[in-house]
């Protein structure tokens, strides 16, 4: 790209302002740092939100953005049910490598302590948060946050999900006559009314008891291996297996883009992950 063509395509207050629906003064008095101005901090942060995510270049975007690069990635957690554990700790697993492969360290923090600390990371990476604790979480933040399981509609944040209307489309297709339901670990609320609308039943199992009482007659489809490997034997089951390891290549990828600032549309920053039926 030569320079003439970097110039027409650069980031300016104004792109900022109008992204934020503020006025060109108020991006200046935030970005500048200007004391004495009453902007409320819910601007302050939208800001500084739209700055980072539109790809501004500022000497001052630093001191919000990151005090300098840190190479490391923060993964926030939450209390899990052990199904979720054991899926969840399968793709931090993942992440973990494929983070070194990008020179990144992986740390994890709790959600609590995560509240609690500032930005000293390069970026954050959060699991299975609802909406209320994503978006509570986010606006503390002035690095990018990108949200695995979680189901909002904020194009400032890439959000990282099963494509549940694919899985449920391919086992209509396999079994046209049978009943088709997910059968997953504890995720949440908003997430699993994103499931209920594309299979005909979600089923949340917490303890083995819970696989015994299901209906024999469906066609169950799970992400969950550990959760596979106990209802194969009872029920009409298959295992989506790819699921962890997708969720982590989609979050890296994001990841290293929002780190570098590089744009994204709106449909970028949503991701719905696709994996074929685990062989027998």
Avoid at 134 to 160: G, H, M, N, Q, W
């Amino acid at each position: 790209m030569t320079d003439t063509k970097k110039r027409k395509n650069r980031i300016t207050i104004k792109d900022v302002a109008r992204a934020a629906n503020v006025s060109i003064a108020t991006v200046s008095y935030v970005l500048n740092n200007k004391e004495g101005q009453t902007i409320s901090e819910e601007t302050r942060k939208k800001i500084l939100q739209f700055a980072n995510l539109l790809g501004y270049e500022c000497n001052v975007m630093a001191k919000y953005l990151a005090t300098g690069r840190t190479n490391t990635v923060t993964v926030i957690v939450k209390d899990c049910a052990p199904f979720a554990s054991q899926y969840y700790l399968r793709m931090i697993t993942e992440l973990s490598r494929l983070l070194d492969k990008q020179h990144l360290n992986l740390r994890i923090n709790d959600y609590g302590d995560g509240m609690k600390n500032g930005s000293d990371c390069d970026a954050y990476i959060t699991i299975a948060l609802s909406e209320r604790e994503f978006r509570l979480f986010a606006d503390t933040k002035y690095v990018p946050v990108i949200a695995i399981d979680s189901a909002l509609e904020d194009f400032l944040f890439y959000r990282i999900t099963d494509d549940y209307a694919a899985a449920a489309k391919a086992a209509r297709a396999e079994h046209p006559d049978r009943k088709i339901a997910l059968l997953t670990f504890e995720l949440p609320e908003e997430v699993t009314a994103v499931a209920r609308k594309c299979f005909d039943e979600v089923k949340t199992v917490a303890k083995l008891d819970d696989i015994a009482a299901l209906d024999r007659s469906a066609h169950y489809v799970t992400y969950s291996s550990s959760i596979f490997d106990n209802a194969v034997l009872r029920l009409d089951a298959e295992l989506l297996s790819d699921s962890p390891r997708l969720k982590a290549e989609a979050a890296v990828h994001a990841a290293v883009k929002a780190i570098s600032r590089r744009p994204a549309s709106s449909e970028e920053h949503r991701i719905e992950v696709r994996r074929n039926p685990a062989e027998s």
